[in-house]
């Protein structure tokens, strides 16, 4: 395809396609003269990648340059390179953390046989989010973490085994737009499910 229809099949303008083009975000397509070029579906795949990255996950450039280095990295395995763009989107708690709940979320994790990268956030987004609850005083009891962990993993689950394991580049994009965008998803239906418990435990 032109450079015309690549622009129409992403959603993107042409300038910003071709300045992803010289920021190295994007291949070069197959030249077919001094100006123009044949573009595929593989450069679609990577600019909706990209908008997944920068529109939807609010990844700065730099982070998403890190992300793509990744996802052509071969060395890396399928969960590395996805995981990449995954531990880079933004954390849903933030602020303070007290060591008590940081040590709680460490025996969770020892519980539930989890085991996190070390570039992951999600182990200190959980703790400040603890600790945000703590100073409330409404901290949720080890049971009560028991539960949204194990309702939590069958979501997990079902999230992953949907993931493409052939194209490490829509796999990612997969992750980044399925996590962000289902995640309201996910919130209304436990209010859902809250106030139908209500109605059947309490009339």
Known sequence: ????????????????????????????????????????????????????????AGLRLEDVRRVLEAIDDEGLSWHAAVGAAHTRLPSPSDGAIDPEQLRRVDELLARRGWELSPVSPHREALAAALSSLDS????????????????????????????????RAEAAEHAVVSTLLLEPVLLILRRIAQENASRELRG
């Open 1 to 56: 395809m032109w450079m015309s229809e690549l622009a129409a099949r992403s959603g993107l303008p042409v300038p910003t396609i071709k300045y992803y083009l010289r920021e190295g975000l994007l291949q070069p397509g197959e030249s077919v003269g001094a100006t123009r070029a044949h573009y595929d579906d593989a450069h679609v795949r990577r600019l909706r990648l990209v908008r997944a990255l920068t529109d939807v």
């Open 136 to 167: 409330l005083g409404r901290p949720p009891s080890d049971e009560h973490l028991d539960t949204y962990a194990e309702a939590a993993a069958l979501v997990g689950r079902k999230d992953v085994t949907g993931l493409d394991e052939t194209d």
